[in-house]
C-alpha cells in the first residue's frame, strides 16, 4: 500500500517535475481526403528542438462551428519501430489496430502521434529499432529520468495540442492504448486532468508480475523508486475520479492474469475512497491473448460514447 505522499514520491521516480509548455510551433505538412473524414499530417513541439509528428483524423462536418470531442490514441510497440501513428491512422501495420480510422468514423477527432524512436521520430539517428531505443532510455538516465518522463511530457503536449483546436470540444477529451500504448495511457493518467475518459487495452504488467516470470517489458514501463512500497495498479489509481475502463486478455502473458486479478480491486477501492466506483470498469476476455478482440473493442467504443458523447 503506497503513502499518502505517493504522487510526490511517483514524480520523482519518474524524474522530477515536467517544464511548462512552451510555443506548439504547429505546422500542416498535407492534407488528405478521405470517405467520411480527412487526415491532417502535422508537426508540433514538445520541447524545443524537439518536434512530433503526428496524424490527425477529423470527420466530415466537424468544424469550429461544430466542434467534436477527441481522443488521442498512443500506438503499441510490438517490435515494430518502422510503425508508430500510422498504425491507428490506418495507413500500415494490422487493421486490427486501426483505431483511429474506426474512432473517426464515431464522430470523434483523433490524434495519432509517434511515440520517441518510432516511425518518423527515429530518423536522424545512426542507430534503429531496439538499439536506438535503448540509447534513448540511457540518454535520460544519465540525466536523472526515465524514459517514461519523456513519454508523458510529449503526451501531454499532445494533449496540449489537441485541446487548443477550434474543432475539439476542450472539454471532451479522451485517450486510448494498446499495448505500449496502455501503459503511455496510466501512466500519463495522474498528470492530466484534462482527459475525461481513458481505455488502457492490454496491458498492466506489475513490477511483481515482471520479476516473477522474468518478463522483459519495454523501457516505458519502468519507473523508479516506487517498488516494492507500490506497483503499476497504484499508478493507475491516481486516475481516479475520471473514468477508466481497462481490457484484458486471459492469455496475454505481458500481463499475467493472477497479477491482473489482483490489480483490479486496487483500482476499484481508489474509485470507492473518492465515490467513483462507476467510473471504473474492466474486462477480462476468456482464451484470448495480446489483442484487440471485437468484444474489447465494443466495449471501448461503449465507454467513451458514455463518457465523451
Same mark, same amino acid.
Given at each position: 500500500?503506497?503513502?499518502?505522499?505517493?504522487?510526490?514520491?511517483?514524480?520523482?521516480? +519518474?524524474?522530477?517535475?515536467?517544464?511548462? @509548455?512552451?510555443?506548439?510551433?504547429?505546422? =500542416?505538412?498535407?492534407?488528405?481526403?478521405?470517405?467520411?473524414?480527412?487526415?491532417?499530417?502535422?508537426?508540433?513541439? $514538445?520541447?524545443? /528542438?524537439?518536434?512530433?509528428?503526428?496524424?490527425?483524423?477529423?470527420?466530415?462536418?466537424?468544424?469550429?462551428?461544430?466542434?467534436?470531442?477527441?481522443?488521442?490514441?498512443?500506438? %503499441?510497440? /510490438?517490435?515494430? *519501430?518502422?510503425?508508430?501513428?500510422?498504425?491507428?491512422?490506418?495507413?500500415?501495420?494490422?487493421?486490427?489496430?486501426?483505431?483511429?480510422?474506426?474512432?473517426?468514423?464515431? @464522430?470523434?477527432?483523433?490524434?495519432?502521434?509517434?511515440? &520517441?524512436?518510432?516511425?518518423?521520430?527515429?530518423?536522424?539517428? %545512426?542507430?534503429?529499432? @531496439?538499439?536506438?531505443?535503448?540509447?534513448?532510455?540511457?540518454?535520460?538516465?544519465?540525466?536523472?529520468?526515465? #524514459?517514461?518522463?519523456?513519454?508523458?511530457?510529449?503526451?501531454?503536449?499532445?494533449?496540449?495540442?489537441?485541446?487548443?483546436?477550434?474543432?475539439?470540444?476542450?472539454?471532451?477529451?479522451?485517450?486510448?492504448?494498446? $499495448? #505500449?500504448?496502455?501503459?503511455?495511457?496510466?501512466? +500519463?493518467?495522474? *498528470?492530466?486532468?484534462?482527459?475525461?475518459? =481513458?481505455?488502457? /487495452?492490454?496491458?498492466?504488467?506489475?513490477?511483481?508480475?515482471?520479476?516473477?516470470?522474468?518478463?522483459?517489458?519495454?523501457?516505458?514501463?519502468?519507473? =523508479?523508486?516506487?517498488?516494492?512500497?507500490? !506497483?503499476?495498479?497504484?499508478?493507475?489509481?491516481?486516475?481516479?475520479?475520471?473514468? &477508466?475502463?481497462?481490457?484484458?486478455?486471459?492469455?496475454?502473458?505481458?500481463?499475467?492474469?493472477?497479477?491482473?486479478?489482483?490489480?483490479?480491486?486496487?483500482?476499484?477501492?481508489?474509485?470507492?475512497?473518492?465515490?467513483?466506483? !462507476?467510473?471504473?470498469?474492466?474486462?477480462?476476455?476468456?482464451?484470448?491473448?495480446?489483442?484487440?478482440?471485437?468484444?474489447?473493442? %465494443?466495449?471501448?467504443? $461503449?465507454?467513451?460514447?458514455? /463518457?465523451? @458523447?
Amino acid at each position: 500500500m503506497p503513502s499518502v505522499d505517493f504522487k510526490e514520491r511517483l514524480l520523482a521516480g +519518474l524524474g522530477g517535475p515536467f517544464p511548462e @509548455g512552451g510555443d506548439l510551433n504547429v505546422k =500542416t505538412i498535407r492534407v488528405e481526403k478521405k470517405d467520411g473524414y480527412r487526415l491532417e499530417w502535422i508537426t508540433y513541439d $514538445s520541447e524545443p /528542438n524537439d518536434s512530433i509528428p503526428a496524424v490527425v483524423l477529423v470527420p466530415d462536418g466537424v468544424d469550429g462551428n461544430n466542434p467534436a470531442p477527441a481522443i488521442c490514441i498512443w500506438h %503499441q510497440h /510490438n517490435g515494430q *519501430w518502422h510503425l508508430g501513428k500510422s498504425e491507428p491512422a490506418g495507413l500500415a501495420g494490422n487493421e486490427m489496430h486501426h483505431t483511429g480510422v474506426a474512432l473517426v468514423r464515431e @464522430g470523434y477527432v483523433v490524434l495519432c502521434p509517434d511515440a &520517441l524512436g518510432f516511425e518518423d521520430r527515429a530518423k536522424g539517428f %545512426q542507430l534503429q529499432g @531496439g538499439a536506438l531505443e535503448r540509447l534513448l532510455y540511457l540518454k535520460y538516465v544519465v540525466r536523472g529520468k526515465t #524514459m517514461a518522463w519523456k513519454n508523458v511530457l510529449d503526451m501531454r503536449r499532445a494533449v496540449d495540442y489537441i485541446s487548443s483546436r477550434a474543432d475539439v470540444d476542450s472539454e471532451r477529451l479522451g485517450c486510448y492504448g494498446h $499495448s #505500449m500504448g496502455s501503459t503511455h495511457a496510466y501512466m +500519463l493518467g495522474p *498528470w492530466e486532468p484534462r482527459l475525461n475518459a =481513458t481505455v488502457c /487495452n492490454c496491458c498492466l504488467p506489475t513490477y511483481a508480475a515482471i520479476e516473477e516470470h522474468e518478463i522483459l517489458h519495454c523501457f516505458p514501463n519502468f519507473v =523508479t523508486g516506487i517498488y516494492p512500497e507500490a !506497483d503499476t495498479p497504484d499508478i493507475v489509481s491516481l486516475i481516479a475520479p475520471r473514468a &477508466l475502463h481497462m481490457n484484458f486478455g486471459e492469455l496475454d502473458g505481458g500481463s499475467p492474469i493472477e497479477y491482473v486479478k489482483k490489480a483490479m480491486p486496487v483500482i476499484r477501492r481508489a474509485y470507492e475512497s473518492m465515490h467513483a466506483e !462507476d467510473n471504473f470498469s474492466f474486462f477480462i476476455e476468456p482464451a484470448v491473448g495480446h489483442v484487440l478482440s471485437d468484444e474489447m473493442w %465494443q466495449r471501448t467504443k $461503449s465507454f467513451f460514447a458514455k /463518457n465523451l @458523447g
